[in-house]
């Protein structure tokens, strides 16, 4: 009887530990595709699309310790350069940026030809651009930037839609929900900081060019919209695509 219910406590415990093992791997398998970040929108054909360039003249500042984003301790800030902040009397604290008075960068444009003292310079500047805009009913709106070399941050209205890292592809950042009618502003921080262990590394064979380098504007699209496509021709029929 002793041996009976003691196979019986073992078979029961080898069944629990099988379905056990049984929910890890569940668990492991289903886990990537449940918490995977979701695709980028890509928007191919881009500048076929409707859109509001915000191409021209964007006031600029150059930060070197990158102040402007990033607390002693390398924190993100809440109330960094991205805020626009303008400077009222009897504030607490002190405002040390001002965009509105700070030197135009030409976009899109490299910063190392637009002044002779940003030739050489890495590291990261502020862009800021004021718009106005009115949003239409039922549609997405995006911030397409052809190319920002080579790591960047993006604001609408203080508030951030989206952060890059690679200086040669297009990307896009959904502000919708970020955008509203009249008056907006738009702040971006690129830094084209060269690293070891990045691209562009320490030693390269390409000028290390920084800034909005590609043009960037305002993208609508209807509630449901076709993200990628492709075309092919036909291999067997002339005309036929």
């Known amino acids: 009887m002793t041996l009976s219910v003691a196979r019986t406590t073992a078979s029961r415990t080898i069944s629990t ?3 056990f093992i049984l929910l890890l791997v569940a668990i492991s398998v289903s886990a990537p595709a449940a918490f995977a970040a979701p695709a980028p929108i890509v928007l191919t054909g881009a500048d076929r699309r409707p859109s509001t360039s915000l191409n021209g003249e964007w006031a600029s500042i150059v930060d070197p310790y990158f102040s402007g984003l990033f607390s002693f301790h390398h924190e993100e ?9 303008k400077a009222k009397p009897g504030d607490p604290f002190p405002t040390e940026y001002d965009f509105s008075k700070a030197p ?11 002044r002779e003292f940003l030739m050489y310079f890495e ?22 930037v052809g190319a920002a070399n080579y790591h960047s941050w993006f604001w609408v209205n203080g508030q951030k ?18 955008i509203h009618s009249g ?3 738009v702040v971006a921080a690129v830094d084209n900081t060269r690293r070891e262990d990045n691209v562009p590394t ?12 590609r043009e960037v504007s305002l993208i609508e699209l209807p509630e449901s919209f076709i993200d990628q496509y492709d075309v092919h021709l036909s291999r067997t029929e002339d005309g036929v695509i």
């Open 104 to 114: 135009k960068l030409k976009v899109p444009g490299d910063w190392n030809t637009q």
């Open 183 to 185: 008056n907006n502003f």
């Open 123 to 144: 590291g990261p500047i502020w862009y800021e651009k004021d718009f106005t805009y009115e949003p239409k009913p039922h549609t997405h709106v995006f911030l397409h």
């Open 17 to 19: 530990l099988r379905s």
């Open 77 to 85: 800030k809440k109330n960094g350069y991205f805020m626009n902040y």
């Open 161 to 178: 839609v989206c952060e890059h890292e690679g200086g040669f592809t297009a990307f896009n950042c959904e502000v919708t929900q970020a």
């Open 202 to 213: 320490l030693e390269t064979d390409w000028w290390n060019y920084g800034g909005l380098t």
